[in-house]
């Protein structure tokens, strides 16, 4: 069963998050909150994946990512915001979320989203990071600098970066590639320090901006959110 707390400031979009998470037979919201009481909550459950809203007027995610952070049991964070463009995106990401989900996510994708967070993929709409990336024109400038060391990586390193950038886990990756999770992990790493960024999130923004994705004839899904979708 994977364990999720939400939290979000309006009541609303916690008890919508929670109605349609737990219809899904292996996922249960053990909780949900508003900001002020969201560190003690993921504390006190100790959830596999935490929803946070990014912005929030008591105490704001970015704050509650950076406790969550520092947590013995972290969990898999992805960010809730309402605009795709949201200027603490790029932050959240570089502070270690898993990714960022709109609110407006479709209900029917949000259940295999939170799926793939568990799984160790990340959840990323393909649209929705070209705009974070489109609002941000220093990240952008540093993006196009990343996409020529993308086009160094060798066959097999550009092979993975998109099923990364597709939001698969390192044993799905190995699965799909029938290789194993750890030659899988050791590929991860070389991708990661090749294009000198610390996360998977990051080297899926290289991926996109490189124009990976669309040269395998798709977004990495918009189900693909995972892109957002799928991911």
């Not at 200027?87 to 990714?99: Q, S």
């Not at 540093?142 to 990586?153: E, N």
């Not at 550009?158 to 999770?181: F, Y």
């Amino acid at each position: 069963m994977i364990r999720v707390v939400v939290v979000d400031d309006e009541a609303l979009v916690r008890s919508g998050f929670e109605l349609i998470l737990n219809a899904a037979e292996d996922i249960q919201v053990v909780a949900t909150a508003n900001g002020a009481d969201a560190v003690d909550t993921v504390r006190r459950e100790s959830p596999d994946v935490l929803l946070l809203d990014i912005r929030m007027p008591d105490v704001d995610g970015l704050t509650v990512l950076r406790a969550v952070r520092a947590l013995p049991h972290r969990p898999v964070v992805a960010m809730l915001t309402t605009f795709d463009t949201d200027e603490y995106v790029l932050t959240a990401l570089r502070c270690g979320a898993g990714g960022f989900l709109l609110k407006d996510t479709d209900p029917v994708q949000l259940a295999q989203l939170v799926r793939t967070l568990a799984a160790g993929g990340i959840v990323m709409s393909p649209k929705a990071s070209h705009a974070v990336l489109r609002g941000h024109p220093a990240a952008a400038a540093a993006a196009d600098q990343g996409v020529a060391r993308v086009r160094d990586l060798t066959d097999r390193e550009r092979q993975v970066l998109l099923l990364i950038a597709d939001g698969l886990s390192n044993g799905e990756i190995g699965t799909r590639v029938h290789l194993s999770a750890g030659t899988i992990k050791d590929h991860v790493s070389a991708i990661l320090a090749k294009l000198r960024v610390s996360s998977r999130v990051q080297a899926a923004l290289l991926a996109q901006r490189a124009g990976l994705l669309s040269d395998q004839g798709g977004e990495g899904g918009e189900g693909d959110q995972g892109g957002e979708g799928g991911r």
